[in-house]
C-alpha cells in the first residue's frame, strides 16, 4: 500500500514532513513488516490537561485531532470492504496527570476528559476506532488499567513511549530510583505557577487562556517543521543510541527491524541504524503546536501532520 494513495487519499490537510515531502520505501527483503495489519498509524504524546486551565497545550490542535480522526474512520471502514486492517495506537501521554487535579493532587483522567465535549469526543472517537493505548511517563498511572500497556510488537515494528532511555537525572522515567521524588517538585512549581497565574488573571493582566508557566509552550501557533538531524542528535541522542543497540540485540524479537517512539515531541527518523540493518523513528507530538503522526505499511513509512 502506498501513503500518498491510499492513505492520504487527497487530504490536503495532511502532509509529510519527513524525507522531504516523500514516503521513506522499506526495503523489499523486509517486506512484509507488518503482519496482522495492511497499515499501521502511530499518534504520539498529546498532554490532554484540563480544558480552561492556562496549563493545557492541547486544546488548540483539539479540532485538528477530531478531523484527523474522522479521516481514519472514514479509511477503516473503506479498507475493511477490501478486507484490509488498519491498526492505530497511541503512544502514551495521552493525559497531563502530573499538574495539579481539580479535587486532588494531580489530574486524573476523568477530570481531563469530561473538561471540554471536544476531549470526550475525541477519547470516544479514539475507542470507536480501536485504538491501542500504550502508557508514558506523564500517564504512567494508566499502566493499571485494562486496555493500556507498555510497548507492542507489530510484525516487525516495535512501538513504547519512549522514556526508557532516560537516566535518574532526566526525572522523566517512572523507573528511576528518584523519579517520586521529582514528581512531587514538579507538581510544586506548577502549582506555585497556577497560584501566581490566577492572580494575574484577576488583576488583568493576562487572559484567562493565556498560558503563563515554565516550560509549557502555549501551543497556539501551529508547528509543522521537521527539525534537523543536528539538534535531534544534540538533544536526544541517548535515545536513538539505546533503541539502535536495543534493536542490534532485539530482545522482543529477531525479525524486529522498525522502532517507533515518541516522548521528546521531536519528530525524527533514522533509516541506516546499524549500518541499515533497522530503522528508528521518533514520531514527534500531538501538542504544544504539533500535530504529528506516524504512517507505516509493508511498503513505505513516513511522519506527517495533520494542518489545523
Not at 497499515?39 to 490542535?61: A, C, E, R, T
Not at 530482545?251 to 527491524?257: F, S, V
Request: charged content about 25%.
Amino acid at each position: 500500500m502506498k501513503i500518498k494513495k491510499d492513505f492520504i487519499k487527497g487530504n490536503k490537510k495532511i502532509k509529510i514532513i519527513s524525507n522531504d515531502g516523500k514516503p521513506y520505501p522499506i526495503p523489499e527483503s523486509w517486506q512484509p513488516v507488518l503482519s496482522k495489519c495492511d497499515m499501521l498509524v502511530v499518534i504520539p504524546d498529546m498532554h490532554m490537561y484540563i480544558y480552561n486551565s492556562h496549563l493545557d497545550n492541547f486544546k488548540y490542535g483539539a479540532d485538528a485531532m477530531i478531523k484527523f480522526l474522522n479521516h481514519l474512520s472514514v479509511l477503516k471502514e473503506e479498507m475493511e470492504l477490501e478486507d484490509q486492517t488498519l491498526r492505530i495506537y497511541q503512544l502514551g501521554d495521552l493525559y497531563e496527570q502530573r499538574f495539579p487535579g481539580l479535587h486532588g493532587p494531580n489530574a486524573t483522567a476523568i477530570e481531563i476528559r469530561m473538561s471540554h465535549p471536544s476531549y470526550d469526543q475525541i477519547v470516544n472517537s479514539m475507542n470507536l476506532i480501536r485504538t491501542h493505548f500504550l502508557y508514558g511517563n506523564h500517564d504512567f498511572e494508566l499502566r493499571h488499567f485494562p486496555g493500556f500497556r507498555f510497548a507492542a510488537l507489530e510484525g516487525k515494528v516495535y512501538v513504547e513511549h519512549g522514556f526508557t532511555p532516560d537516566s535518574w537525572k532526566d526525572f522523566s522515567n517512572p523507573n528511576a530510583p528518584l523519579w517520586e521524588v521529582s514528581q512531587f517538585l514538579f507538581l510544586s512549581i506548577r502549582e506555585i505557577n497556577e497560584f501566581f497565574a490566577h492572580l494575574l488573571v484577576k488583576a488583568s493582566v493576562i487572559e484567562k487562556d493565556e498560558h503563563y508557566s515554565w516550560g509549557v509552550a502555549s501551543g497556539k501557533e501551529p508547528v509543522y517543521d521537521y527539525p534537523s538531524e543536528k539538534e535531534y542528535i544534540k538533544n536526544y541522542g541517548h535515545c536513538l543510541n539505546y533503541f539502535a543497540e536495543r534493536m542490534k540485540k532485539n530482545p522482543e524479537n529477531k525479525e524486529t527491524k522498525i522502532t517507533v517512539i515518541g516522548h521528546t515531541h521531536h519528530p525524527y527518523i533514522k533509516t541506516d541504524v546499524n549500518n541499515g540493518k533497522h530503522i528508528f523513528i521518533d514520531a514527534g507530538a500531538w501538542t504544544s503546536g504539533r500535530s504529528d503522526f506516524v504512517v507505516i505499511t509493508n511498503e513505505e513509512l513516513a511522519i506527517c501532520c495533520y494542518q489545523r
